[in-house]
């Protein structure tokens, strides 16, 4: 999968994109990133005590920012049959703003190659966040997102703009304990 370079270097200098993700269209940026994550807010007008979701490519980036990692995780993403977020607590290193109030972060595996692009590029996690204004619904396709959201993003990921993508991922939250909340099925 061959993304723009200029996609790339928005990323890496801290800028925003709007892009197909294995979900549904997402707006995007390096989850290290507290400024972009900000800007993200803004574009959405979300309020500030929302998180964020993540994407990232493997296993091995998720312990990098969660230290204390269940290993029921690895059952419980094998055995998904469809995209599953699972919420993980006491995360470090990411920005402030894509953390729950507990310290929590959900962070989703992705196996969809722009996602896998976007990320490799980039070394880090990346925010997957609907691209709609808060409160509206998400968009279907690339055509029904609207238009303030294309306005305000730095870059748009243009691939798979005519595709339906509709599915939300499930949402599951791990303790500590390895207790398991389904929070979205």
Known sequence: MTIDPAIIEALKTGKTILYPSDTIWGIGCD?????????????????????????????????????????????????????????????QGLAPSVLAQDGSVGIRLTKDPVCLSLIRSIRKPL????ANISGMPFPTNFSTIDPKIKERVDAIVELRTN???????QIIKIGLDSSIQVIRS
């Open 127 to 130: 925010v997957s966040t609907s």
């Open 163 to 169: 595709e339906q993508l509709t599915t939300p991922s």
């Open 31 to 91: 989850a290290t990133n507290e400024e972009a994550c900000q800007r993200i807010l803004e574009i959405k007008e979300r309020p500030a005590d929302k998180s964020f979701i993540l994407l990232a490519d493997s296993f091995q980036m998720i312990e990098k920012y969660i230290p204390e990692f269940p290993d029921v995780c690895y059952d419980l993403v094998d055995l998904s049959d469809k995209p599953l977020t699972i919420i993980y607590p006491n995360a």
